[in-house]
């Protein structure tokens, strides 16, 4: 017997069905309530609304727990390479190494992009942000693949777009550096595996060689696989919104782009290391800027701090907190900032402010120490965490589509004016 629950409005009881999910999660499924009752639910801020059922993440916020198809983001982060994690999510298993070397040739094919673009980079100011730019380069793709927009696309086409995005991001990404510091681009070098061209294309300097460095290789991995995915996350729902409206994928993803952009969500990793530093500079007391983020007539608040989901701790910034503990002491690299992280992090567990609302280190913590020892500038750091996110994104657009899901399309409870008649510029 299917499984309901009671709804109670002026004196009117409906019942409505609940779901389960697959880990115990439970749902009240309220899309007849308007149509029975005339009410809608009101949650701002979607604190307490599924808009979708989903399986590729699990993410449980109390335990701390995020697993992707059912894998631990532990020993996906520990065994796997960011292209491998990247097949797992958009088609939903871990490929066989046929199906890999299949996957990465495809990819490899396809990381080139269009002469023409670099004419679109030669039109922006040198300082412009990289993230603005990221989001008017992967807009315009669609320029220049129309067949894209062709919501009726068959599903090899559909995969070939996938597949360009995954394999254009990183080509993308790197030419955004070189153009911020006024050097050529580099090509991508198809002979290297997807971690490493992405960092020779944006590290080799055309004259020289550039020694791509495993200790390297294994951090960006790891650092891409824990960006991968994160369920119903801002800049997902909106990829998801927009895709609603069978809008093509480069313009989604785009949009999704732009809502990580923000310093809430993934412009965190960049607003992280600026406030550290500033921290640094005015003599690095961790206390003093704690007791900033506690004063409500105080606007700062501590970056890289809080989730809306999780409430016992973020296992990335578990897993990204000791890598880089091991990558700055592999690399040498001896960054004041990464004590004062510490320190924060000490004084924040230990006090109340914190521990009464569940606040800790999310994955944005930590995350821009690493690229900054790989030798990233700041304005890059949320461009990366895009990189990272694009498989997620891919998956959650495929679901969406082959779950043929309906437009996105919120209610709201108007709260302005009630009618009234227009009145004469002359006489107001
Ligand atoms: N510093 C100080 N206080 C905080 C912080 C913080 N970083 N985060 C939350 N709080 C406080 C709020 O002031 C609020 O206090 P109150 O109950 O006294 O009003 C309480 O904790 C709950 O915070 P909300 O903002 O209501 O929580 P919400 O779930 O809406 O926001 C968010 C989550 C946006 C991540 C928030 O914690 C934040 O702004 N953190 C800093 C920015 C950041 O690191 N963003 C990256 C998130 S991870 C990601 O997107 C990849």
């Given at each position: 017997?299917?499984e309901?629950a009671?709804?109670?409005?002026?004196?009117?009881?409906?019942e409505?069905?609940?779901?389960?999910?697959?880990?115990?999660?439970?749902?009240?499924?309220i899309?007849?309530l308007?149509?029975?009752?005339?009410?809608i639910?009101?949650?701002?801020?979607y604190?307490?609304?599924?808009?979708t059922?989903?399986?590729?993440t699990?993410?449980?916020?109390?335990?701390?727990?995020?697993?992707?198809?059912?894998?631990?983001?532990?020993?996906?982060?520990?065994?796997?390479c960011?292209?491998?994690?990247?097949?797992?999510?958009?088609?939903?298993?871990?490929?066989?190494k046929?199906?890999?070397?299949?996957f990465?040739?495809?990819?490899?094919?396809?990381?080139?992009?269009?002469?023409?673009?670099?004419?679109?980079?030669?039109?922006?100011?040198t300082?412009?942000?990289?993230m603005?730019?990221?989001?008017?380069?992967?807009?315009s793709?669609?320029?220049?693949?129309?067949?894209?927009?062709?919501?009726?696309?068959?599903?090899?086409?559909?995969?070939?777009?996938?597949?360009?995005?995954?394999?254009?991001?990183?080509?993308?990404?790197?030419?955004?550096?070189?153009?911020?510091?006024?050097?050529?681009?580099?090509?991508?070098?198809?002979?290297?595996?997807?971690?490493?061209?992405?960092?020779?294309?944006t590290?080799?300097?055309i004259?020289?060689?550039?020694?791509i460095?495993?200790?390297?290789?294994?951090?960006?991995?790891?650092?891409?696989?824990?960006?991968?995915?994160?369920?119903?996350?801002?800049?997902?729902?909106?990829?998801?919104?927009?895709?609603?409206?069978?809008?093509?994928l480069?313009?989604?993803?785009?949009?999704?782009?732009?809502?990580?952009?923000?310093p809430?969500?993934?412009?965190?990793?960049?607003?992280?290391?600026?406030?550290?530093?500033?921290?640094?500079?005015?003599?690095?007391?961790?206390?003093?800027?704690i007791?900033?983020?506690?004063?409500k007539d105080?606007?700062f608040?501590?970056?890289?701090?809080?989730?809306?989901?999780y409430?016992?701790?973020?296992?990335?910034?578990?897993?990204?907190?000791?890598?880089?503990?091991?990558?700055?002491n592999?690399?040498?690299?001896?960054?004041?900032?990464?004590?004062?992280?510490?320190?924060?992090?000490?004084?924040a567990l230990?006090?109340s402010y914190?521990?009464?609302?569940?606040?800790?280190?999310?994955?944005d913590?930590?995350?821009?120490?690493?690229?900054r020892?790989?030798?990233?500038?700041?304005?890059?750091?949320?461009?990366?965490?895009?990189l990272?996110?694009?498989?997620?994104?891919?998956?959650?657009?495929?679901?969406?589509?082959?779950?043929?899901?309906?437009i996105?399309?919120?209610?709201?409870?108007?709260?302005?004016?009630?009618?009234?008649?227009?009145?004469?510029?002359?006489?107001?």
């Open positions: 017997m299917s309901t009671c709804f109670l409005l002026d004196g009117n009881e409906i409505l069905p609940l779901i389960r999910g697959s880990e115990g999660e439970t749902a009240v499924d899309s007849t308007r149509s029975k009752t005339g009410a639910t009101l949650d701002i801020g604190k307490n609304t599924g808009a059922t989903s399986a590729i699990f993410l449980d916020g109390e335990k701390g727990i995020l697993r992707h198809r059912g894998y631990s983001i532990e020993e996906l982060a520990n065994n796997s960011f292209l491998e994690v990247a097949y797992l999510l958009i088609f939903g298993e871990l490929p066989n046929q199906q890999y070397e299949q990465e040739t495809e990819v490899r094919r396809h990381t080139l992009v269009n002469e023409d673009m670099q004419n679109i980079f030669k039109a922006w100011p300082k412009s942000h990289p603005g730019q990221l989001t008017a380069m992967i807009s793709l669609s320029s220049f693949y129309p067949e894209c927009l062709d919501p009726n696309q068959s599903k090899e086409d559909q995969k070939l777009t996938m597949i360009r995005l995954v394999a254009k991001m990183p080509t993308i990404s790197a030419m955004l550096y070189k153009k911020s510091i006024g050097h050529p681009v580099v090509y991508p070098n198809n002979s290297l595996d997807y971690v490493s061209n992405f960092l020779n294309m590290f080799k300097h004259t020289e060689d550039y020694e460095d495993p200790i390297v290789v294994e951090a960006m991995n790891k650092l891409l696989i824990l960006h991968a995915d994160h369920e119903q996350n801002c800049s997902t729902s909106t990829v998801r919104m927009v895709g609603s409206s069978n809008a093509n480069y313009s989604c993803i785009s949009a999704g782009i732009a809502a990580l952009w923000g809430l969500h993934g412009g965190a990793n960049q607003q992280v290391i600026e406030m550290l530093e500033r921290i640094k500079s005015d003599g690095g007391d961790a206390t003093k800027y007791n900033k983020a506690k004063d105080d606007s608040r501590l970056m890289g701090f809080g989730h809306r989901v409430k016992n701790h973020d296992p990335r910034a578990t897993i990204i907190k000791k890598s880089c503990d091991d990558i700055l592999k690399l040498g690299v001896n960054d004041p900032v990464f004590d004062i992280a510490k320190k924060l992090e000490e004084t230990a006090d914190f521990i009464e609302r569940k606040l800790f280190p999310n994955v913590f930590y995350s821009g120490i690493i690229y020892a790989i030798g990233f500038p700041i304005e890059m750091f949320t461009v990366l965490f895009a990272g996110r694009l498989p997620g994104w891919v998956a959650q657009w495929r679901e969406m589509r082959d779950q043929n899901q309906p996105g399309r919120p209610r709201q409870i108007y709260t302005g004016y009630a009618p009234r008649a227009f009145v004469p510029m002359a006489n107001r």
